[in-house]
């Protein structure tokens, strides 16, 4: 294991042990439900968007695996602040990095999220790490569910 793989492998553990933006808020503009059959993961995800369309705040409750509370944690602390066609686009940045090892990612727009970069070399464990981006997508498009399967 590299240094790299350390460092991200320590950020994963860090969201996971202490998710950020884990909790009902009092308002929401947008909600949906996300489950992972497979290996039980639950979550609710909550969007706050303003008449732009900017997401002006985000959490999540629920149960799951460390990949997946990891996942939707860093991925909300990344959405805030974004234009939901930002968040579109970060979501189909993130599923080509998770699902395609030979694509070329930009790391400075996934940040932290590239903490899961080599997650396709499992994949049964990509579908915990992208439950709640489909949760987020589907939640921005009115669905008030998403699954992996």
């Known amino acids: 294991m590299n240094v790299s793989d350390d460092l991200y492998q320590e950020i994963i553990l860090d969201h996971s042990r202490s998710p950020?933006?884990?909790g009902c808020p009092l308002n929401h503009t947008h909600c949906a439900?996300?489950?992972?059959?497979?290996?039980g993961d639950e979550?609710?995800?909550?969007?706050t968007l303003?008449?732009?369309g900017?997401?002006?705040d985000a959490s999540f409750e629920g149960a799951?695996?460390?990949i997946s509370k990891a996942s939707t944690s860093l991925m909300l602390e990344q959405l805030i602040g974004k234009h939901h066609?930002?968040?579109?686009?970060?979501?189909e940045t993130f599923h080509d990095m998770v699902t395609n090892p030979g694509g070329d990612h930009d790391t400075k727009v996934l940040g932290k999220l590239?903490?899961?970069s080599g997650i396709w070399k499992f994949p049964s464990r990509v579908k915990c790490a992208i439950l709640c981006w489909h949760a987020v997508r589907n939640a921005l498009d009115g669905k008030t569910t998403a699954s992996t399967e």
């Open 114 to 116: 590239a903490a899961f």
């Open 50 to 52: 303003d008449e732009d």
């Open 85 to 91: 066609e930002q968040a579109r686009a970060l979501f």
């Open 20 to 22: 950020r933006h884990y």
């Open 64 to 66: 799951g695996c460390a």
């Open 33 to 39: 439900a996300g489950r992972n059959p497979l290996c």
């Open 43 to 47: 979550y609710q995800v909550y969007l």
């Open 54 to 56: 900017v997401i002006r």
